[in-house]
């Protein structure tokens, strides 16, 4: 995965006006977390930290205080109207260590003829990979799948570095016949209701 530059300054004034007079000038309050060190509170380009976390565990180059930092992000709070990014937590890692974090599951092929849909029982796998190799998703094929058929998290071929890091058991997706209409309930119920209302 390319490693994504970004300019960093460090923020001394906290709270939520401090806050707001960041996001009126178009830049994203963020901490970095990290190798018990004390969280440093910095302050990122808006638009280029938007266009950077479209890529799920970016790697991020920062440089704090004259040193180079490599994170990784941690949790994104984003309003809940504008979808704009409100504040970032950020995760310090080093070349060669070993990280969790949540890949994205996609599905590929066709399920077996008939009424079925497929059911993300979990968006996600949590694995463990090395920080600068951290894959962005795994596709899992679900070629003829019928009904009753599912897939658990040991059964997903993961990229190569990556590792299984929670429930092996854990059913990631599976099939489910699709369920018929029941239009009789509904209409009685609408009956009901202008019955009442007379």
Known sequence: MAEIKLATEVRTEFGKGAAR?????????????GHGAEPVHVTLPGHEVLLALRTANVLIGLEIDGKDALVIPKAVQRHPLKGTIEHVDLLTVKRGEKVQV???VQAEGDLAP?????EFVQNTLLV?????????SVTVSVAGLDAGDSIVAKDITLPKGATLAGDEDAIVIQVVAAQAEEPAADEAAEGETEGAEA
């Open 21 to 33: 007079r960041i996001r009126r000038a178009d830049k994203v309050p963020a901490v970095v977390y």
């Open 128 to 136: 463990e990979a090395e920080a600068t190799h951290i894959p962005e």
């Open 114 to 118: 008939g009424a079925n849909l497929l």
């Open 102 to 104: 949540e890949i994205a």
